[in-house]
């Protein structure tokens, strides 16, 4: 079955170190992958997407993301937090001709001075 | 570019009641719609997908004649919740794509829905 697994349930990082939140699929193909984010009462804003080609991935608000086919992972990193960045992380996969987005179970980020 | 609205953003309503949630795609013509529910702390949930023009597909488990799903235009989907109740409280956020292969899907900024 197609899953994305999102290990990391609550992690909590300093104002200004750096950032990886993890997120593996298992799919048949390769996957169409994104990273949503999710503030506290709010809908998810996009923060990237791979569809193919590069595989390290510039989204928006810094964050990147790279895609590495040998170990079925998209990792989502940021080189410097701050703390705005605190919420919730949603990493999401949607096969090759299938309208439905898999989501994992989301990382909740929370960011200490 | 790329923007969905929701309305309302908040509703409380009575038991037995129905509350309609609109949800748009502004800025582009979204053929395919999505409903989802979130409880607290969890992940989204599938309700339903629609596609303009004709019936929604729903997901297993999710009561059709509970949860009206129409997608009449190319940029508006509304959810009806018909005969409420205390346990349809939830967080119910919707999304659109332009139904592409691969498209991607944006979000609404969700609507809060407390049954009395």
């Known amino acids: 079955a197609q899953s994305v697994t999102q290990p990391d349930i609550h992690i909590t990082v300093s104002e200004g170190a750096s950032l990886e939140l993890r997120c593996n699929y298992s799919?048949?193909?390769?996957?169409?992958l994104f990273w949503y984010v999710q503030s506290p009462g709010q809908g998810l804003q996009l923060l990237l997407k791979y569809f193919s080609g590069d595989t390290l991935v510039q989204g928006i608000k810094g964050f990147e993301a790279e895609f590495k086919r040998s170990q079925s992972s998209y990792n989502l990193r940021k080189p410097s937090v701050h703390w705005s960045d605190a919420a919730e992380y949603f990493c999401?996969?949607?096969?090759?001709?299938?309208?439905?987005?898999?989501f994992g179970t989301g990382t909740r980020l929370t960011i200490i001075p | 570019g790329a923007v969905v609205s929701q309305h309302p953003s908040r509703v409380i309503c009575k038991s037995g009641t129905s509350v309609k949630i609109e949800c748009r795609s502004l800025d582009f013509q979204a053929t395919t719609m999505f409903w989802y529910r979130q409880f607290p702390k969890q992940s989204l949930m599938l309700m339903a997908t629609?596609?303009?023009?004709?019936?929604?597909?729903?997901e297993q488990g999710v009561e059709k004649d509970k949860f009206l799903i129409n997608h009449a235009s190319l940029t508006l989907s509304t959810l009806t919740v018909t005969s409420a109740h205390p346990e349809d409280s939830s967080f119910y956020i919707c999304s659109a794509s332009s139904g592409a292969v691969g498209e991607t899907q944006y979000f609404g900024p969700g609507t809060r829905l407390l049954v009395l």
């Open positions: 799919y048949g193909a390769t996957p169409y």
């Open positions: 999401a996969a949607k096969g090759f001709g299938n309208e439905k987005l898999t």
């Open positions: 629609s596609n303009e023009g004709s019936k929604a597909t729903y």
